[in-house]
């Protein structure tokens, strides 16, 4: 296994200073970078951990920051903090376009080759930044269905992939339906994948909190789409070996 360097990096968004998890893989060459975008409840060792694996395979990595360094256990004060950010596109951008900022001046990354993956609400900010025209080669998204302004998918230029539990009462059937047309009147290069009998957030392991209803953990397709994700780096954004 190689080694993997990481390090907290601070920055400022939405009015916050944000803490971000960044992994460096072994070596001093320049390397594709990741982006990834944590479900609502902010950022945690779970996100980190993607980073790391995505370090061990030779991307410069970043899981970024959402809330300020705080990870929400309340699910009350994690909606209060997060539906005002989804019913806000430009605060969206905002927090992604710093984060990618971050990422993009790192020295082992290489700036012409980046990609942005997101969970949930993670999920929702990496998809505006490609509505928003960042310059990305892969959108990966998991529970993150989002819709956008009318017309602005076509800023988007590169594939996007999307997994969605086919149980989601945050992500039903009128949400893929919307995602799916906005994606391809735009002429979008996009996929769609729909887990057969998984609900929201199936994708995190079980967490001490409350049981919400429409919110559990699947083991198998969590293992599939993390599967998933790493097929849509390979087509996109390979990386060789360090």
Same mark, same amino acid.
């Given at each position: 296994?190689?080694?993997?360097?990481?390090?907290?990096?601070?920055?400022?968004?939405?009015?916050?200073?944000? #803490?971000?998890?960044?992994?460096?893989?072994?070596?001093?060459?320049?390397?594709?970078? +990741?982006?990834?975008?944590?479900?609502?409840?902010?950022?945690?060792?779970?996100?980190?951990?993607?980073?790391?694996?995505?370090?061990?395979?030779?991307?410069?990595?970043?899981?970024?920051?959402?809330?300020?360094?705080?990870?929400?256990?309340?699910?009350?004060?994690?909606?209060?903090?997060?539906?005002?950010?989804? =019913?806000?596109?430009?605060?969206?951008?905002?927090?992604?376009?710093?984060?990618?900022? #971050?990422?993009?001046?790192?020295?082992?990354?290489?700036?012409?080759?980046?990609?942005? %993956?997101?969970?949930?609400?993670?999920?929702?900010?990496?998809?505006?930044?490609?509505?928003?025209? =960042?310059?990305?080669?892969?959108?990966?998204?998991?529970?993150?269905?989002?819709?956008?302004?009318?017309?602005?998918?076509?800023? %988007?230029?590169?594939?996007?992939?999307?997994? #969605?539990?086919?149980?989601?009462? %945050?992500?039903? =059937?009128?949400?893929?339906?919307?995602?799916?047309?906005?994606?391809?009147?735009?002429?979008?290069?996009?996929?769609?994948?729909?887990?057969?009998?998984?609900?929201?957030?199936?994708?995190?392991?079980?967490?001490?909190?409350? #049981? +919400?209803?429409?919110?559990?953990?699947?083991?198998?397709?969590?293992?599939?789409?993390?599967?998933?994700?790493?097929?849509?780096?390979?087509?996109?954004?390979?990386?060789?070996?360090?």
């Amino acid at each position: 296994m190689a080694t993997v360097t990481t390090r907290t990096v601070e920055y400022p968004a939405d009015g916050l200073t944000m #803490v971000g998890h960044l992994a460096l893989p072994a070596g001093t060459d320049r390397r594709p970078a +990741v982006l990834i975008g944590p479900e609502g409840t902010g950022l945690n060792d779970f996100q980190r951990r993607r980073a790391d694996a995505l370090a061990e395979l030779g991307y410069v990595a970043l899981a970024f920051d959402i809330h300020g360094g705080r990870w929400y256990t309340d699910l009350q004060e994690m909606l209060a903090r997060c539906l005002p950010l989804l =019913a806000d596109p430009e605060r969206l951008r905002g927090i992604g376009h710093a984060a990618l900022g #971050v990422l993009r001046a790192q020295p082992r990354t290489d700036p012409e080759r980046i990609a942005a %993956i997101g969970y949930g609400t993670g999920g929702a900010i990496v998809l505006e930044l490609g509505r928003d025209g =960042a310059d990305l080669k892969a959108i990966g998204t998991v529970n993150a269905l989002t819709a956008g302004r009318p017309g602005e998918a076509a800023n %988007i230029r590169c594939p996007v992939w999307a997994g #969605v539990g086919s149980e989601d009462p %945050i992500m039903p =059937a009128a949400q893929r339906d919307a995602f799916a047309a906005e994606m391809q009147a735009a002429g979008v290069d996009w996929r769609l994948t729909v887990y057969g009998g998984a609900q929201h957030a199936f994708h995190h392991p079980p967490v001490d909190q409350p #049981v +919400v209803p429409g919110v559990a953990h699947h083991p198998q397709h969590a293992r599939r789409a993390w599967r998933d994700i790493l097929a849509l780096l390979a087509e996109c954004l390979p990386v060789e070996p360090c």
